[in-house]
């Protein structure tokens, strides 16, 4: 299977198919857009382990990994009073711990609906967030699978801590990172976060927050799946009535807390962000409502958490209550979006480098190791050649190249007279500058050299891209190189050499599957050329 792809700068001799042309037997492998850009990469990275991708579970297994959804591995903060229940587990195989979120019964009927529902979920891969790996639609069963936090919620260490009490650096950490995870989904075309609180954020092995994915579905298949204690819900969901009586029920909500169902908006999330802010600030559940009143008297000290002593900037727990009443304003529209919040939140930042279970004052959580996968094989014996390439031993592959020179070159090229021109002249000598610095390992020279012959476009070498390629191997440019190896094949199609290239940047790229396809595509047609060899 080739990866030559038609973006590639083409050359232009005329005697040949133009070589950014595809080859006609072979579809392109193309990289995906987190392999194809760093920064994508390690925006969606996650700090740690791999996350597996997205997939579909049955409910022996989920079931097998849960002790049969066994009472004592329930985790969910709210235990029985929740419409739907949270189990850790570990799944056999490779002994990821994982955590399940049940769903009762009645609340997704239709299973392709809740299964698009958690595959457009699952698609999110962030750092700053307990991913979801997987779902299940047995029956009437409906759930789901994600990555399992051990160190328990911000209600927990904010509430109903034991040891000690979250430091104010930690609880500017926990707005900062969480604000990233929404500015991410939001980013990524999913805004709407539902039952946004204290008990959604939670803290990894590491002791870093991240935002519980499970929000990013509703409790249900209908829309109106926000669920909330009254005092603490977004006043547009309290419009019907006069003032006195929203008033009145608003006094009634913070005694009894009876439910509330409304619907999602990107700012009624914003609002939520709000209440957690006021979570941090005061390390204790007050209503929104009774808050703003405390910062409209500018009793900002009164709002602060005692358990912290003093121990604060007063400048940055301004910046914070600023925001938290930006938040929590009664009109929508006027509250920031999450690219503000990053904004105001990310100078805040301070301990960078402490870590965040120091902060907490917990021990670091040594998560059971999975068992490696094995990597692939190729199926057919390797040349010398292969044998470099999958070893990845770029001094082999350099010594082989330079071996080798140009003779691999010979018919990819039919020069008329017309064309030793003096262009031509400075060409071949900006390629004999390039040979030099590429056999001296002068690798960056060799670059320059050999892009001043690619780009007069006059000649074609797939020698000169399969060295180019190496070149960029050689100063950790795996992109660079695999574009090369590409351009190789698509001058010379049935070259192994270009496959084998191609492998090595694949393997560079973690795309290890692709890499061994490459290796075998390489060794059949090697097998080729020497049964078409023998006389």
Not at 67 to 94: C, D, M, T
Not at 441 to 451: E, L, N, P, S, V
Not at 492 to 497: K, S
């Amino acid at each position: 299977m080739g990866c030559c792809g038609s973006s590639l700068r083409a050359g232009t001799h005329p005697a040949k198919k133009p070589p950014g042309a595809l080859p006609p037997r072979r579809p392109p492998a193309t990289l995906n857009h987190h392999q194809a850009t760093g920064s994508s990469a390690a925006r969606a990275g996650t700090a740690g382990r791999q996350v597996p991708p997205m997939k579909e579970f049955s409910l022996a297994e989920l079931r097998a990994a849960t002790g049969g959804f066994a009472a004592e591995n329930i985790v969910s903060e709210s235990g029985e009073k929740a419409p739907n229940f949270v189990y850790k587990g570990r799944l056999e195989a490779s002994r990821r711990a994982i955590a399940v979120k049940k769903f009762t019964k009645v609340a997704w009927p239709d299973a392709k609906q809740f299964a698009e529902e958690a595959k457009g979920a699952g698609k999110l891969r962030h750092c700053r967030m307990a991913n979801l790996i997987g779902y299940c639609c047995d029956g009437d069963e409906r759930l789901l699978v994600a990555e399992f936090m051990p160190n328990d919620t911000l209600a927990k260490h904010l509430f109903h801590w034991e040891n000690q009490t979250i430091e104010w650096a930690m609880r500017l950490r926990v707005a900062y990172y969480i604000a990233e995870a929404l500015e991410y989904c939001s980013t990524e075309g999913r805004p709407l976060y539902h039952d946004l609180n204290a008990y959604r954020v939670l803290f990894d092995e590491n002791g870093d927050p991240r935002l519980s994915c499970f929000g990013l579905m509703k409790n249900s298949r209908d829309g109106k799946s926000y669920s909330t204690n009254l005092a603490y819900t977004p006043p547009e969901y309290l419009r019907n009535g006069n003032r006195m009586a929203k008033t009145f029920i608003l006094r009634i909500a913070e005694c009894f807390m009876p439910a509330l169902i409304g619907r999602v908006t990107s700012e009624s999330v914003i609002y939520s962000f709000g209440t957690i802010l006021l979570d941090l600030l005061s390390g204790k559940r007050i209503p929104p409502s009774r808050a703003l009143e405390m910062i409209k008297g500018n009793n900002i000290q009164v709002l602060m958490d005692s358990h912290l002593e003093g121990n604060y900037s007063t400048e940055e727990a301004t910046t914070l209550v600023d925001l938290a009443s930006q938040c929590l304003q009664y009109e929508p529209r006027d509250r920031p979006n999450t690219k503000k919040l990053v904004s105001v939140l990310g100078p805040l930042q301070i301990k960078s480098e402490v870590p965040s279970y120091v902060m907490l004052g917990i021990p670091k959580h040594e998560e059971e190791e999975e068992p490696p996968t094995p990597a692939p094989q190729p199926q057919h014996p390797l040349s010398a050649m292969g044998e470099a390439c999958s070893r990845m031993d770029l001094t082999a592959i350099h010594q082989i190249l330079v071996n080798t020179h140009y003779r691999d070159d010979e018919g990819t090229n039919e020069l008329s007279f017309q064309e030793w021109t003096q262009q031509m002249r400075d060409m071949l000598e900006a390629r004999k500058r390039g040979d030099f610095a590429f056999r001296d390992k002068d690798f960056k020279a060799a670059i320059d050299c050999y892009t001043q012959f690619v780009d007069v476009g006059t000649m074609v070498s797939p020698t000169v891209y399969a060295r180019r390629s190496l070149c960029h191997l050689m100063c950790d440019q795996p992109d660079a190189a695999l574009r090369d190896a590409m351009q190789a094949q698509c001058v010379y199609p049935d070259w192994p050499t270009a496959f084998y290239m191609q492998a090595v940047a694949l393997s560079k790229l973690n795309m290890q599957s692709d890499a061994v396809d490459m290796l075998n595509e390489a060794s059949q047609l090697e097998e080729k050329r020497q049964k078409n060899s023998k006389p």
